[in-house]
Structures are given as structure tokens and as C-alpha cells.
Nanobody
């Protein structure tokens, strides 16, 4: 049974850092495209970063240079290192896996097959 469990969210001040983790079970993350998405209240779920099974990464313009997606294959865990956080980064963050297309584009969330329950990130000014 496939399961994704996020952790590492919390409340930080603007300029701070957090590292989100996504522990996967039921499949091997190195075999799949993996991604991070976020959803703020009243807004659509948007893609933050993806990592292909070949290691290629892509980022939304709003986080490029501040966020880094990585994974530890031995731990079967995906990470999102978030630096220089801004209040507009406040959202529920979700880990996702196995899309039909490994890329970020409008509506990409619809194409990811597996989802975690989310972890809340709150950035105060």
C-alpha cells in the first residue's frame, strides 16, 4: 500500500528556514517522479518543485533560488529545504508522487497519483 507522510512544518519568522520531509512506503521513490505542492486558503494547489527519477529538478519561479528538493534513497524520503521564507510561502505543503508528466505547469496537481496528508507552514512578518 502506497503511503506518503509529510513532517517538518511549523511556524517561522520571515527570513527563516524549514526542512520538510516526506517518508514514502509501498514503492521506491527513486523509481518515480516526486513533487512538492502547496495550497493556501482560498487558492488552488500549486506546484513548488519536482524531481524526476533521473534527478532532474524544476522549481516554480516564486521559490527558485530559495527552495531545494532532494531525496535520500536509502531512507526512501523526499525533502524540501526552504530558506529565506516569506509570508507568502504560508500554506499547507503536500508531497506527491507518480504523475503522468514530470513537470510543473498549471493544473499539474491533477496528474499526480499519490498524495500525503500535508504539513502546515506559517511564515510571519
Amino acid at each position: 500500500q502506497v503511503q506518503l507522510v509529510e513532517s517538518g512544518g511549523g511556524s517561522v519568522q520571515s527570513g527563516g528556514s524549514l526542512r520538510l520531509s516526506c517518508a514514502a512506503s509501498g514503492f521506491t521513490i527513486s523509481d518515480k517522479c516526486m513533487g512538492w505542492f502547496r495550497q493556501a486558503p482560498g487558492k488552488e494547489r500549486e506546484g513548488v518543485a519536482v524531481r524526476s527519477r533521473h534527478g532532474t529538478t524544476a522549481y516554480d519561479d516564486s521559490v527558485r533560488g530559495r527552495f531545494t528538493i532532494s531525496q535520500d534513497n536509502a531512507k526512501n524520503t523526499l525533502y524540501l529545504q526552504m530558506n529565506s521564507l516569506k509570508p507568502e510561502d504560508t500554506a499547507m505543503y503536500y508531497c506527491a508522487a507518480d504523475p503522468t508528466v514530470c513537470a510543473l505547469y498549471y493544473g499539474a496537481a491533477r496528474d499526480f497519483r499519490y498524495w500525503g496528508q500535508g504539513t502546515q507552514v506559517t511564515v510571519s512578518s
